[in-house]
């Protein structure tokens, strides 16, 4: 279904970022993934791109926290690839804190990684899309974008800011064939969730299976995690030319959670 459609994941070495990588290799578009991890995993990774794209892949060191990184690596896919057809903004890290305890540095490195470096991929990428006439930007928010949870002032700002700049892109790209959304999961069992998972049951002295139910599944109205792969389906519809006047939204995928 992406034949012949390239594509930039931002975050994509682990996690949700990995699964949506091989998602969109597999409907054949070939792929640039990006994110820090052991160099072994990251050459394996780009090999099982390959092989389900029939397409080169590649990667990028680029780190989210930097413009100028952020800039090189969409030349690096524009001289690679010719051009970025599809925008994936993955990338993302958690602290979680009371706010007056919340570590300044923690703070501007999440709005950092987790807003701004969409604001500085999209500014990059949108022009070549609408002057191809096609493009999809697809932001990885966060049930975090629509309602809070204490101690995580800075992820649960940068995930509302994210919501924010995905309507704000859609109206400026919507003559122009170039879709923006953001799609936004609840609980998703990966690295990121795992570590709070420890960390909770560290505190309380209780169990991995009780730190899931009280820390995090009680928030799903259906008791159950998300899957990474049915968040990456979810994008690979938001890829196809179906899903052609879906723009400016923000769709849930999180057992319930937001419609309490
Ligand atoms: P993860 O920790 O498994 O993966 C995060 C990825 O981001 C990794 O590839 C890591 O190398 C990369 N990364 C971290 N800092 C970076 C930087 N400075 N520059 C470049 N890359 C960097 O996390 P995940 O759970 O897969 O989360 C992915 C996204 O999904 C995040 O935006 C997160 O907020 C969002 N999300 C996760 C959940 C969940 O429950 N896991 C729920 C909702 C939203």
């Not at 709005?111 to 990885?140: E, H």
């Not at 139910?213 to 008791?223: M, R, V, W």
């Amino acid at each position: 279904m992406l034949t012949g459609r390239t594509a930039v994941i931002t975050g994509s070495t682990s996690g949700i970022g990995r699964g949506i990588a091989l998602k969109l290799a597999a409907e054949g578009a070939q792929i640039m993934i990006n994110g820090f991890g052991d160099k072994a995993d990251i050459d394996a990774l780009i090999a099982e791109l390959e092989k389900l794209s029939g397409k080169r892949a590649f990667y990028s060191d680029a780190d989210m926290t930097d413009p100028d990184q952020i800039a090189e690596m969409i030349k690096m896919a524009d001289a690679k690839m010719g051009g970025v057809d599809i925008l994936m903004n993955n990338a993302g890290i958690q602290h979680v804190s009371p706010v007056e305890d919340f570590p300044a540095d923690k703070w501007e490195q999440i709005i950092a990684i987790n807003l701004s470096s969409a604001f500085y991929t999209t500014k990059a990428v949108i022009t070549g899309m609408k002057s191809r006439g096609w493009g999809r930007i697809i932001n990885l928010a966060s049930a975090h974008s629509l309602v809070a949870s204490p101690y995580k002032s800075a992820y649960v700002a940068a995930k509302h800011g994210i919501a924010g700049l995905t309507k704000t892109v859609a109206l400026e790209a919507a003559e122009f064939g170039v879709t923006v959304n953001a799609v936004s999961p609840g609980y998703v069992l990966t690295p990121l969730v795992q570590a709070q998972i420890d960390a909770v049951a560290k505190d309380r002295g209780i169990s991995e299976d009780e730190a899931k139910l009280e820390g995090f599944l009680a928030k799903h109205p259906n008791k159950d995690f998300i899957e990474v792969d049915d968040v990456a389906a979810t994008v690979v519809y938001l890829c196809s030319d179906a899903a052609k006047g879906i723009t400016g939204t923000n769709i849930s995928m999180d057992g319930g959670w937001t419609a309490v």
